[in-house]
């Protein structure tokens, strides 16, 4: 069982949790974490309760969730009326995100493969420069309209 009675100061909670002092601020601000309890002298102290929903959070972002991600599994882990099978529903959104990012990097892999044939060092001189001014004359002039927001 996890102690509910806050000890740790932040510089140790993000010791122990593996999360920057910085980022534990940030994530109270976005409401991932309840902030940590003040001392008479102002310090921060967390429990170990909030010690292992950092490292929970951490663990999520590790596995590149975003915010809105990690925030929706903590609410499902916190109701325990919602059915334990509702978390799916997040990771499967998720897996859908990784497969459009994978799509999007295998597409920027070629692109690079191509740009770096333009040197095969055998030539005295390399057209890596050369290419990338062309394609920067051919690329599109992007709209003003807001483009959609990427995952993370």
């Known amino acids: 069982m996890l102690h509910s009675s806050p000890h740790h100061r932040i510089g140790d909670a993000a010791r122990l949790s593996g999360v920057s002092a910085a980022n534990i ?54 109701d325990s009326t919602i059915d334990g099978h509702a978390a799916c529903a997040t990771l499967d959104e998720h897996l859908a995100h990784v497969r459009e990012r994978l799509a999007e990097l295998r597409t920027l892999e070629e692109q690079l493969r191509d740009l770096r044939s333009r040197c095969d060092g055998a030539a005295g001189h390399c057209h890596v420069i050369e290419a990338l001014h062309e394609r920067a004359e051919a690329e599109p002039v992007p709209s003003l309209t807001p483009q959609a927001r990427r995952h993370v």
């Open 25 to 78: 601020r940030y994530y109270e601000k976005e409401g991932l974490l309840q902030p940590g309890v003040r001392g008479d002298n102002s310090y921060r102290f967390y429990s170990d309760a909030d010690l292992h929903r950092l490292r929970f959070i951490r663990l999520c972002r590790a596995m590149d969730m975003s915010l809105d991600e990690v925030r929706t599994l903590l609410a499902l882990d916190a």
